[in-house]
């Protein structure tokens, strides 16, 4: 996205009083998601502060931050994974194509085939290849018959780099295969049902850096087609695979900018103090 889309962010302030700001270019037109105001808490400790930021189509958009900073926590509330979450609670606007997904009769079942999450740890279900990536299809009625189905299954396998490795094997386990297949194949489970916005919880942290660089390349590739957030402890990943990088502190999202700006001219000197190492 053009940079000259974006628009300056406004100050936001506090009940407290205090001036909460993030810097940069946090929003832009016509966004895929819309997050005004956003605060979480985990029964009465709160965990992100009063987050406003737009997530535009097709970006690629890194959040970074140092441990325990809320990146998880924020990411999971974009799809209501924070529902799963025991005396977790959201507060503000969430809205995904304009739609609120935190209204009373939103489909909890089917905005999380929307915006589909990988998590750190590739998990697959203890079925065989061809069964965890046919399982949504399945479950979401996306496939008219067998064959539908095995279609599905293989582009979901191609779109995710991974057919060709396990064409001959599709019926034997997911477990069975190396981390870096493991995670191609959570991938390709998530764009089985087809969805808009693809939340990625550090993909690679568990993979060595030749799985890591090929996942990298497949963010790449996802993002002609879905929009994608990807939370990482690697500057030099989120300098790779995204067009622009939030910055969370201590639950606070404290600058939104091109990447190559973060990486290279931070607005805010928390920003700075923890690209250079500082702290973190
Ligand atoms: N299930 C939970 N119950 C209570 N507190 C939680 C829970 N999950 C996270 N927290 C707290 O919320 C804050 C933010 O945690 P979160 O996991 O979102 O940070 P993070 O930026 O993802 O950290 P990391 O980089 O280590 O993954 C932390 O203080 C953490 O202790
Ligand atoms: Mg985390």
Redesign the pocket.
């Known amino acids: 996205m053009a940079n000259s889309e974006m628009i300056e962010s406004v100050n936001n302030v506090s009940e407290s009083g205090t001036e909460r700001q993030t810097v940069g270019a946090s929003f832009c037109d016509d966004p895929k998601f819309s997050i005004r105001n956003a605060s979480?808490f985990?029964?009465e400790?709160q965990?992100?502060f009063d987050v406003s930021v737009d997530i535009a189509r097709h970006e690629v958009i890194a959040?970074i931050?140092?441990?325990?900073?809320?990146?998880?926590?924020?990411?999971?509330s974009l799809n209501r994974m924070n529902d799963t979450?025991?005396?977790?609670r959201v507060e503000g606007g969430f809205h995904l194509d304009g739609q609120d997904i935190y209204q009373d009769n939103m489909d909890v079942v089917a905005l999380r085939a929307q915006v589909g999450m990988v998590f750190?740890k590739p998990n697959p279900f203890p079925k065989s290849i061809y069964e965890n990536v046919a399982y949504g299809p399945r479950i979401h009625g996306l496939a008219d018959s067998r064959v539908d189905l095995d279609e599905i299954v293989e582009d979901s396998l191609r779109r995710a780099s991974l057919w060709d490795e396990v064409k001959d094997r599709l019926h034997q386990p997911g477990t069975g295969l190396s981390g870096g297949q493991q995670q191609r194949l959570c991938i390709a489970r998530t764009i089985a049902v087809n969805p808009e916005v693809i939340l990625m919880?550090?993909p690679c942290s568990a993979l060595d850096p030749i799985a890591t660089a090929r996942i990298e390349e497949l963010i790449e590739e996802l993002s002609q087609n879905f929009t994608i957030a990807i939370?990482t402890?690697s500057m030099q990943q989120a300098a790779r695979v995204s067009s622009r990088t939030a910055y969370?502190h201590l639950?606070e999202l404290i600058e939104v900018n091109p990447t190559e700006m973060v990486f290279t001219t931070p607005e805010h000197e928390l920003t700075e103090a923890y690209i250079t190492g500082r702290f973190g």
């Not at 931050?65 to 999971?76: A, E, I, V």
């Not at 979450?85 to 977790?88: A, G, P, R």
């Open positions: 979480v985990y029964a400790k965990a992100i959040m931050g140092p441990s325990g900073c809320g990146k998880s926590t924020f990411l999971r979450v025991e005396d977790c750190q919880d550090e939370v402890h969370f639950g």
